[in-house]
């Protein structure tokens, strides 16, 4: 890890998104110098699922030697950042440093994306970056060492970046834009920089996006908190960046990079936007054995199912004869699910799939006693995934993450995506039956 030097003691940092995740890092990192942080972020009661409020963020930084200033901002506020910058400027005597962190995330295609998420992307990830950066740009400007760091990737144009959530890439590279702008703009007297993780980070979002399990193939938050730790002591001719967690990590002498994993060894999930294409990051997960390895089916004794034309299949007589890969996935599956499963997961997975033995399947997990089975399920779906029957086996088989065959395009989604996310956990707990 890199060691506190004592540079931005008595430094004022406005982070927004300071109330969990990377934001609270940054922060923590600053306050063991004895830095002063504003915490903009709306969190001011405990919430029933995510962790943290501004106040009880505040009371780690005054813990970690800092002085803390929580204050309720939602970045789609004008309002709220412009009355926070002026408490911020009151309290602490002005803003020496701003953080952009605050974000908003769906993975979604460009005709699954209600409008309200691709409006929300766009307020609090563009919007809410190029406003709380103009408001707080007056004030930095007066400082000694005034840096602006957006936690935003590389501007990588190349289209697999974009073909599959077209509104979130276009968010996020709008925060890199200003990088690009407000670097040039404000040359000689604000460093504008970006910063992005080589990997996936363990926080809030990630277990949202990820599921269950997911934290094995992410680094800590103190990866990217000691990164911006880094691009914020240097002065400020180091501007215009778009900087890479643990390239630059290394360029500093940091060879111990175990210490940032959740667990150490494990394969880790490349991050968005770098390099490697997302069939690549699917690829290299599988190489690594990241996925879970397919176990010894158990014999169990089949319910009837629908076949896609209305037909009743018996799956324990058609088990008699060779099953197409897809068929007898399901009938393994079948044998799987328990009373209890069904209770726990309550939902019913639609799978519309192409090529060999391809249409229309399903698992119900709500209807009692649970069910699989070629054509509509017997209920409602409540998510509807498409991919090729192929990737559908691979899947169920452990040889692909639900994750990873989202990510790179393998898999769409439609409906409950809350209920989607749980497919791993669906995945690892039928594996363990099976
Ligand atoms: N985790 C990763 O693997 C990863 C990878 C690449 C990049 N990043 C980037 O790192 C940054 C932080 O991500 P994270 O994983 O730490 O996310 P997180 O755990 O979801 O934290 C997000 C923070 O943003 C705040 N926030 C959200 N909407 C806001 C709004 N409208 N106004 C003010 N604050 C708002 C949240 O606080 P309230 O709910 O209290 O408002 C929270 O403190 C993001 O820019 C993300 O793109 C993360």
């Keep these: 890890m890199l060691p506190n030097t004592g540079k931005l003691a008595g430094c004022t940092l406005f982070i927004t998104g300071a109330s969990r995740g990377i934001g609270k890092a940054i922060a923590l990192k600053a306050a063991k110098d004895g830095a002063n942080i504003v915490i903009a972020a709306k969190t001011a009661e405990p919430h029933r699922t995510l962790p943290g409020t501004i106040y009880t963020a505040a009371k780690e930084i005054e813990a970690a030697g800092g002085k803390a200033l929580p204050c309720i901002v939602n970045v789609r506020e004008e309002e709220q950042i412009i009355n926070a910058v002026e408490k911020a400027v009151k309290t602490f005597g002005g803003i020496d440093i701003l953080v952009n962190n605050a974000s908003a995330i769906s993975l979604s295609g460009t ?68 990088v690009l702008g407000m670097a040039e703009e404000f040359r000689g ?109 158990k014999k169990s004794s089949q319910p009837k199912h629908e076949g896609p034309d209305g037909a009743k299949v018996d799956l324990e007589s058609a088990s008699a ?21 069904v209770k726990a997961i309550q939902g019913v997975f639609q799978f519309e799939l192409s090529g060999d033995d391809g249409g229309t399947w399903y698992i119900d997990l709500k209807t009692k006693g649970g069910s699989t089975g070629c054509g509509k399920p017997p209920v409602k779906a409540d998510v509807v995934m498409s991919m090729s029957s192929a990737d559908f086996v691979k899947m169920f088989t452990g040889k692909l993450k639900p994750t990873m065959a989202f990510m790179s395009g393998k898999l769409k989604i439609s409906g409950n995506m809350a209920l989607a996310m749980r497919l791993e956990k669906v995945l690892v707990q039928l594996n363990s039956k099976l």
């Excluded at 005034?146 to 709008?174: D, E, R």
């Excluded at 604000?190 to 980070?201: C, D, F, G, Y």
């Excluded at 002591?233 to 215009?240: A, E, M, N, R, Y």
Aim: aromatic share 8%.
């Design 189 to 297: 007297e604000v460093a504008v920089n970006a910063l992005w993780p080589k990997t996936a980070i363990y926080t809030a979002a990630m277990n949202m996006l990820g599921g269950s399990g997911v934290e094995k193939q992410c680094r800590k938050t103190d990866i990217l908190a000691d990164a911006a730790y880094c691009i914020l002591t240097k002065p400020k001719s180091f501007t215009g960046n778009f900087v890479i967690d643990e390239a630059l990590l290394r360029e500093e002498g940091i060879k111990d990079f175990d210490v940032y994993a959740i667990a150490p060894g494990h394969p880790l999930l490349p991050d968005f936007f770098l390099d490697a294409e997302p069939d690549v990051i699917t690829m290299k997960l599988e190489q690594h054995g990241a996925s879970q390895a397919f176990k010894e089916e």
């Design 111 to 178: 005709l699954e994306t209600e409008t309200k998420k691709a409006n929300l992307m766009m307020d609090v990830n563009v919007r809410g970056t190029y406003l709380t950066s103009k408001i707080c740009l007056p004030h930095l400007r007066k400082s000694k060492n005034a840096h602006i760091l957006n936690l935003s990737p590389p501007l990588n144009l190349n289209p697999v970046w974009f073909k599959n959530h077209c509104a979130y890439t276009i968010s996020k590279y709008g925060m890199s834009m200003c």
């Design 321 to 341: 004869k060779p099953l197409s890969p897809v068929a007898e996935t399901f009938r393994v599956i079948q044998g799987a699910i328990s009373e209890e499963f």
